[in-house]
């Protein structure tokens, strides 16, 4: 009988807290929108299927060792670790504080009498520290990102980078609204906080997964999933905007055919664009570094094996391990606040600002050069989401011309969006980090 | 309170325009970057090699073209 006792006290049905059914909810939630909706699904069955091993009861699946330690280990386990961190007490909660405030040297005195105990880091917060905290994952997805990308477009119309920038907008008017929000005592956001919930506008994941890994780590998963969420809901979000914002003569201009672009242009695109990182913007180096190697490694035409490699093979398994890390943070503690409400609800308007904004530069530049060459509704793609929003304009081009193929000139904007959010990225992390 | 608002301010228009003035100077760099290598080395390979290819066929005589067209008849009755 005993036996049977002790096995129904560790089953998952007799330690499970509501908590933990929300958020294993929310990721079957997720994995239904990857599935059936196809949601970003590259992204979300890893993230909502970690979200849910995340939190399985008493497995300690995204815990460190410590905080396993604290949660599954008798009263003897907890005061060697208070003794390890320079306390005296029993109470997991103040020992937990004392841990998480402590320097590296008690930090690891207390990581040691974890494990002198027997208590080892969950898996998955394994994998979150070698993937994210390190900012391997990001930065590597990027890498293969760069690989992908086509600088052609951009290269015969450079001014399309002017859209990109204007798009950045809704990253920083997004940043005063989560500031905004705090001044009225809503929610409760410091400014680092604010940087990395503005930095969902930029619609570009790996690059807001990174800025939340420095700035904030805890929101680290809310702003992950709302960011892939609105990626996946940029063909919803956007259109109405574009709309609003432009007549119908102005969505049936048709763009000039670009000029060829030589390849050796192409060949020095990530070079010009590194030394002006390097002389301007330092902080932003690890980004758009990655970034310009993986394109040089594509244009170059001579390790077409490297390129290769890290635009299929590697960043297939980065983004295994990527989203199972960002699962890992799904857990009730962190998750279900009123702070994530605010986070999502911060997060489309941020994409709603920045469509926006870069509707208004096209027109804007479309009145300068006469009225007639350049269709406004290019200018959305400037949020980046490559290749989504080059989509959505070539898309509502062709409902009003039939004709109008908009596809490689929005595709310009598309990749100066993904430039400028890694640049606002890099400000954000020089300003607060 | 005030300070965090103010410093939320400073981000944005700081930030903002350093996106701007960055993205600005690449697209100077970038259109002196494609004028120099139009100017130093323009891709002389394509633009020549099409003319070259079609040359032939569009100086071919008639003559060469009745021999041609001559054995294919002859190729096809066997």
Redesign the interface.
Known sequence: MDKLLDLWHASGVYNVSPGQVVMILVGLLLLFLAIRKNFEPLLLVPIGFGGIMANIPEAGLAFSAVENALHLGGPEVISSLATALGLDTTDPYAVKEAYNAAAAQAHTAAVYAANDAGYNNGMMYNFYTVAIASGVAPLLIFMGVGAMTDFGP??AN??T??L??AA??G???T??G???L??LGVMDF??QD??AIGIIGGADGPTAIYVASLLAPDLLGAIAVAAYSYMALVPMIQPPIMRALTTEAERKISMVQLRHV????KI??PI??LM?VAM??PDAAPLLGMFCFGNLMRECGVVDRLSDTAQNALINIVTIFLGLSVGSKLSADKFLDVETLGILLLGVVAFGIGTACGVLMAKFMNKMQGGNSINPLIGSAGVSAVPMAARVSNKLGLESNSQNFLLMHAMGPNV?GV??SA??AG??IK??G | ??N??S??????V???G???V??????F???F??KL??KV???AIPEPAKPAAVAPVATGSDELVAVMTAAVHQYRKH
């Open positions: 951009l290269l450079p001014k980078l002017f990109g920038a950045q907008f990253i920083f008017a940043v005063l989560a500031v905004g705090t001044t410091t400014i604010a940087a030589p390849k050796t242009e020095m695109f010009v664009l002006l301007l913007l100066a430039i400028g640049v606002a400000v954000m300003f607060v | 309170m005030d965090l608002m410093e939320g301010l400073n981000l944005m700081f930030g903002m350093f996106v701007v960055f993205l600005t100077l690449l697209v760099a970038t259109g970057m494609s290598i139009a080395a323009p891709e």
